[in-house]
């Protein structure tokens, strides 16, 4: 039993500490001076826009700029209730959102 509890109290915590230093680490290493051209162009649908843009962000905090260094969400798909949340999310989170009258100021 006791080593059960050294386990979960010491063990455990620690390599995942360990881990999450590895891959800072390697986010460092791989995009130290590179400067990403990539952007990410994401058209929610209105069932699951929340989950898509959480799911973006989180993508978005693991890899940083090898991503893409802009992420446009177009939400011109959406009904005028959850487009008003999905700017509200989208801002949250440091996405760019552009309604379907902005798309020339789109530079690709």
Not at 27 to 40: M, N, P, V
Not at 62 to 73: F, M, S
Request: glycine share 4%; net charge neutral.
């Amino acid at each position: 039993m006791a080593e059960f509890v050294f386990f979960v109290i010491l063990v455990l915590p620690a390599t995942l500490g360990l881990a999450e230093i590895l891959h800072i680490v390697k986010r460092w290493f791989l995009s130290s001076g590179k400067g990403a051209e990539k952007i990410l162009i994401i058209i929610p649908d209105n069932d699951n826009f929340q989950r898509q843009i959480l799911a973006l962000f989180n993508e978005y905090k693991w890899q940083g700029n090898k991503l893409a260094e802009k992420i446009y969400i177009l939400n011109f798909k959406l009904d005028k209730e959850n487009r008003k949340e999905c700017t509200t999310l989208a801002q949250k989170v440091g996405f760019i959102v552009l309604e379907h009258e902005n798309l020339n100021i789109l530079e690709i």
